[in-house]
């Protein structure tokens, strides 16, 4: 018999089986947040398994130049920072609280599984390895196959993320045509005469920026932008208490937007009127929203490329031309293409996320997977009711339009006024690293008049806006 034929036989399965009281699948923000919690307020066992070779997820395939769009502070596991908590003092950023690279990022989970959880002596790790539907662990490597036995299972894989570098382009691409992930970008860098970013969410909005920044004329840029997004101003979620007010104020605007709302393009001519949200050309609207953050430089320099297309996605790509939904554009033979096409998070169905043993990680605050991860965790180890645990933890899908925001956010502030109202939560969350802002609200002595006036403005408008959130939903 083949070794294909005995391992597909199981002989060589183990007979010593992995023990521990959770089974967590996949090591990326949102499986380290919960195991970090968990190993903080529990005394569990975890078996942590991941197909990687390194705990981070999609960060793992991520491009060399990649960096969080958010603050550092947001990101990471509760227990352990995530950079030097310090400004940019250059840059793009500069005068904003730190944006970590993909390296810090890694390093950051790195550290946190070598320096916390395995000295712990409560996790055992399993990289490349996979974990099959009768529970069994398996070696990617060896093929050694070992049964779990957990008392639950953690599903940190459900909500998928998608990069460039993990698949080809989903467009035929001529033979001889230089088309590449943004990954391969910095080594395949000499002087074409075009370069054509394909795609323009956060992956094709840096690596125009990278472009610009390393010498590339923004004339000889061309940019594929099936669709335009809105994007949020990095001033408004800055983690420092002197950003505070501003803060408050951005959140309080947020409500006001979708409370005095007539539609959906109404809440977001409003978000754009008090500058909570932006949009690189004002002449177009946004139909994609992705909780992407740019800053004011970042948008000034995107603002420089004129030659956008916007004739839907790419069919594709020809010698001579890029064929595109709506048309085709002639393109010069010496053109270099950068696929940023990838749709980052993918749309999965939401789920309760506590189902007797199984657990399922979704986003609960949103676009804010690593403070889910660490909420659901602390969640399961301090209640014990199953349905006020979903009532807790009610999942808030990724947005993909407009609309979804505004969907969303009916059940995000449905979310936030149920911790509101949970004592126990409330106190979590005022010593959570992960929540900056009631931490920082928590904090206040009574004095900081603007901050109490705009958190006033807010409980005021707060349930009106849910309320004419679903309505606009259901129109």
Not at 74 to 82: C, E, F, H
Not at 161 to 176: D, H, I, K, Q, T
Not at 336 to 352: E, N, Q, V, W
Request: charged content about 25%; proline content about 6%.
């Amino acid at each position: 018999m083949a070794d294909s034929e005995k391992l597909a036989a199981g002989e060589f399965t183990t007979r010593h089986p992995i023990e521990a009281d959770y089974l967590i699948i996949g090591a990326g923000a949102v499986g380290m947040a919960f195991a970090d919690t968990l190993l903080s307020e529990t005394q569990a066992t975890i078996a942590l398994v991941d197909r990687r070779h390194r705990p981070g997820g999609h960060w793992n395939d991520a491009y060399p130049y990649v960096r969080l769009h958010q603050p550092s502070a947001y990101y990471g596991v509760n227990s352990w920072p995530l950079g030097s908590g310090e400004k940019d003092a250059t840059g793009l950023n500069k005068g904003f609280y730190e944006l970590a690279s993909g390296l810090e990022v890694l390093s950051h989970f790195d550290q946190v599984l070598r320096r916390r959880f395995l000295p712990s002596g409560r996790v055992q790790y399993f990289p490349m390895s996979d974990v099959g539907p009768d529970l069994s662990v398996s070696s990617l490597v060896s093929g050694e196959r070992r049964p779990a036995k957990p008392r639950k299972v953690v599903d940190a894989s459900y909500q998928k993320f998608s990069v460039p570098s993990a698949r080809p382009p989903p467009y035929a691409v001529a033979p001889g045509v230089a088309c590449a992930p943004p990954n391969d970008l910095p080594r395949m860098a000499r002087a074409y005469r075009d370069y054509v970013v394909v795609g323009a969410g956060k992956t094709g909005m840096d690596t125009c920026v990278w472009l610009m920044e390393n010498g590339a004329d923004p004339g000889r840029i061309r940019w594929i932008m099936p669709r335009d997004y809105w994007l949020l101003d990095r001033a408004g979620v800055q983690p420092g208490q002197e950003f505070l007010a501003s803060i408050a104020r951005s959140v309080a605007d947020q409500v006001e937007a979708l409370a005095k709302g007539r539609s959906v393009d109404d809440v977001f001519a409003r978000l754009e009127g008090c500058g909570v949200v932006k949009r690189i050309d004002v002449a177009v609207k946004p139909t994609a929203y992705h909780c992407a953050v740019i800053g004011q430089a970042e948008l000034e320099l995107l603002r420089r490329i004129v030659d956008i297309v916007r004739l839907g996605r790419v069919i594709r790509i020809d010698a001579d031309q890029i064929v595109l939904e709506r048309g085709a554009v002639a393109m010069n033979r010496d053109s270099l293409y950068i696929d940023c096409s990838a749709s980052g998070i993918t749309a999965t169905p939401s789920k309760p996320v506590f189902e007797g043993n199984r657990i399922t990680l979704q986003i609960v605050r949103m676009c804010q997977p690593a403070f889910s991860g660490a909420l659901i965790a602390h969640v399961e180890a301090a209640y014990r009711d199953e349905a006020e645990k979903n009532r807790i933890c009610t999942p808030v899908p990724p947005p993909d339009t407009p609309a979804d925001w505004v969907r969303l956010m009916a059940i995000e502030l449905a979310n936030r006024a149920c911790w509101a109202a949970n004592e126990e939560i409330r106190a979590w969350q005022a010593r959570s690293r992960l929540d900056i802002f009631v931490r920082q609200i928590a904090a206040l002595n009574g004095t900081e008049a603007e901050v109490f006036k705009e958190l006033g403005r807010y409980g005021r408008l707060a349930a009106r806006a849910a309320a004419n959130a679903s309505l606009l939903s259901a129109n």
